[in-house]
Each structure stands twice: as structure tokens, then as C-alpha cells.
């Protein structure tokens, strides 16, 4: 059985910088009142990138893809598979992958997106690595692609500080090398309240409440609680002890998260990538992201062992653990 093996990764960033006193000082027009100390210290923030009015997911996803397969030295025409994971899609339909696949100018590959909110990029990653092994893929672009900021409400200072816009990408293809160890994906839809963006399109009408609404210290709790336990079972179901794992590239949500799973998991901090002070967090891009700046800056190495973790609305949860 041939495994899936991470042959190049991509990234795209807006250019326009948000810091938290750019942010703070707008939002005081507002009447709404933050700090640049409050977001740093609860969160470790310090800015993020914001889309223009007008930019749609689809642009982000697809210079993220061009970067990655430049990077994987492919072209758009050798892959059987694209996945977008957003919660941001361009459209009800068709889907942003679609819409990736004919910016880069292909047609006859398989694309569909995954919903999974923060959690979509390991759940899209799940996907092509089961369709890579049973042999029906060979190169699978995987993308994670949100304009968060078009869900915000940016009078609801408990959420609006807290998100970016970005996207970034991974190329997979089949190899007789180790890649993909180990996959594992839960979710709880009981928690569905805990973080929604609870709207709806219905006879030409928006109706439901359609921004981002997040009870933060319940998804502090359950994000803490279910990746330490899915970093345990997916390195149970390798065979691997978490001690040997050289770098964890988590869903960049909140610096006291990640702090908090690496003790409860007795891994040291700077086997943590975080990327979180400068993107905040990018939902379903944020691990691409993350990965994909430690990949161009020479930590992640090849021959090395990686848990990818995302956590999120739904509520969602999984980690892929790979041998890069
Ligand atoms: O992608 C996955 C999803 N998201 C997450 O993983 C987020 C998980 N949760 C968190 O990261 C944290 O719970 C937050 C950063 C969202 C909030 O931090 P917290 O330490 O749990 O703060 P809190 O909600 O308990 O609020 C403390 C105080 C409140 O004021 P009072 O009631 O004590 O007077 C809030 O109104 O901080 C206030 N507050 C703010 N003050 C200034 C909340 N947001 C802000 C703000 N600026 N932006």
C-alpha cells in the first residue's frame, strides 16, 4: 500500500497588516474598547492579515496552491485530487475547489470541499491520505483558504481580535516512503454551540445569526482536553512514543492553549510551531500556514516527525501524525 508523503507546501498571506493597536484604534470609532496588552496577554496576538473588501477565499486558496506545487515541482495538470477546507466559501456552490482548479487553468480531477471549521485542513489531510492509499490518487493538492474577516462582528470585541485571513497549501503523492503514519478524526456535535456562525440563505434571504459567535472558555476547555488526548491515541495507533515526535504544528488559536497542551504532554515549547503572534488565527489555514513557514525556514526538516493538530467548531478534532 503506497503512503502519502508531503512533497511541497505553500502559503498566501493578504498584505495588509492589522496590528492590535491598528485594530484597537479602529474599533474605538466604534465605541468598542481593547488593548494591545489584553490581546497579547490572553492570546499571544500581536497582528494578523486582513483581506480586502472584495477578496474572495478562492484567490487566497489559489496562490497558496501555485506556491505549493512550485514547491513540490508539479503542474496543475498532474493532480488527480484538490480540497479546500474553508468555512468561508466563495459561494453556496460550487464549491471553492472548483473554483480553485479552474484558476489554475485544469479541468478532470476530482475537487470538493471539506467543512470542518478549524479542524477542515487535518480532516481535508485525512481524506486525500485514505484515497492516496487505497491507490485511487497520486498528487492531491490539499488546501486550507479563509477570509474569516467577512464572518467577523466587529463589534463583539470577545471574538473580532481574535481571527486573520490567509491560506495555505500541501501537496501529497503516493510513495513508497513513510509519510502519513497515523490519522485521527472525532467530533462532538452535541458541543455545536460553543462556536457557530449560526445563518442561513433561505428564499433569497440571510436569516439565523450569520457572524461567528464563540463561547471561549468552553472551547479553551474541550480544544486543551481533546488534542492531548488525540495526541496520545494517534501516536498509540503508530506505535510511536510522543517523546520522539520532533515538532508539533498545531491549529495556532490561542499561545495558552498550546502551552498548556505541550506540558500536559510533557513536550517542550519550542518543539511548538506558532505562528499565531503574526497570523492569528486563519481557521482551517492556520496548520498549513504554520507548517508551511517552518518548512521554508529550514526547522521542519526531512526524516522528521510531525503531529499536525486542528480543533474547532462542530465541535471538531483530529491529528495526523507524519514522517516528513
Ligand atoms: O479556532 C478555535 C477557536 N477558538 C479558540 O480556541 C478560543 C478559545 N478561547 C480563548 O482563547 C479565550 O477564552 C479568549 C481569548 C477568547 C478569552 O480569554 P479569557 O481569558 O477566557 O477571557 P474572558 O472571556 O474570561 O474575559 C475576561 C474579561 C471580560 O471582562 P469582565 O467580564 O471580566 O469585565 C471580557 O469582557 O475580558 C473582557 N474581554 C476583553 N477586554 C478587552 C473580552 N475580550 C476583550 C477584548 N479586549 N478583546
Not at 163 to 175: N, P
Not at 306 to 313: E, M, N, S
Request: aromatic share 6%; proline share 4%; with cysteine.
Amino acid at each position: 500500500m503506497p503512503y502519502a508523503r508531503i512533497t511541497g507546501t505553500g502559503g498566501y498571506l493578504p498584505p495588509r497588516i492589522v496590528t492590535n493597536d491598528d485594530l484597537a484604534a479602529d474599533l474605538a470609532t466604534r465605541g468598542v474598547e481593547t488593548s494591545d496588552a489584553w490581546i497579547t496577554e490572553r492570546t499571544g496576538i500581536r497582528q494578523r492579515h486582513i483581506a480586502d473588501p472584495g477578496a474572495k477565499t478562492s484567490d487566497l486558496a489559489t496562490a497558496a496552491a501555485r506556491a505549493a506545487l512550485e514547491n513540490a515541482g508539479l503542474q496543475a495538470d498532474d493532480l488527480d485530487l484538490i480540497i479546500v477546507a474553508t468555512s468561508t466559501p466563495d459561494f453556496i456552490f460550487p464549491s471553492t475547489a472548483c473554483l480553485v482548479q479552474a484558476n489554475l487553468g485544469v479541468g478532470g480531477a476530482a475537487a470538493f470541499d471539506v467543512q470542518a471549521v478549524c479542524s477542515g485542513f487535518v480532516y481535508a489531510l485525512a481524506t486525500a491520505d485514505a484515497m492516496i492509499r487505497a491507490g485511487r490518487v497520486r498528487h492531491a493538492l490539499v488546501i486550507g483558504a479563509e477570509v474569516f474577516s467577512g464572518i467577523l462582528d466587529w463589534n463583539d470585541r470577545r471574538t473580532c481580535v481574535l481571527f486573520g485571513d490567509g491560506a495555505g497549501a500541501m501537496v501529497l503523492s503516493a510513495s513508497d516512503e513513510p509519510g502519513i503514519l497515523a490519522v485521527r478524526l472525532n467530533a462532538d456535535g452535541r458541543q455545536q454551540h460553543i462556536l457557530c456562525a449560526a445563518g442561513n440563505v433561505s428564499g433569497g434571504q440571510v436569516t439565523g445569526d450569520p457572524f461567528l459567535r464563540m463561547d471561549g472558555q468552553a472551547v479553551f476547555k474541550l480544544a486543551v482536553n481533546s488534542l492531548v488526548r488525540s495526541a496520545h491515541e494517534v501516536c498509540d495507533e503508530a506505535g510511536i512514543a510522543l517523546s520522539s515526535l520532533d515538532w508539533m504544528v498545531p491549529h495556532q488559536a490561542n499561545v495558552r492553549i498550546l502551552n498548556f497542551i505541550s506540558r500536559k504532554l510533557d513536550l517542550p515549547e519550542d518543539k511548538v510551531i506558532v505562528t499565531l503572534d503574526k497570523h492569528a488565527n486563519t481557521s482551517a489555514a492556520s496548520v498549513p500556514l504554520a507548517f508551511d513557514v517552518a518548512w521554508r525556514d529550514g526547522r521542519l526538516r526531512p526524516g522528521q516527525l510531525a503531529l499536525l493538530q486542528g480543533v474547532g467548531g462542530g465541535f471538531t478534532w483530529g491529528s495526523v501524525l507524519v514522517r516528513l
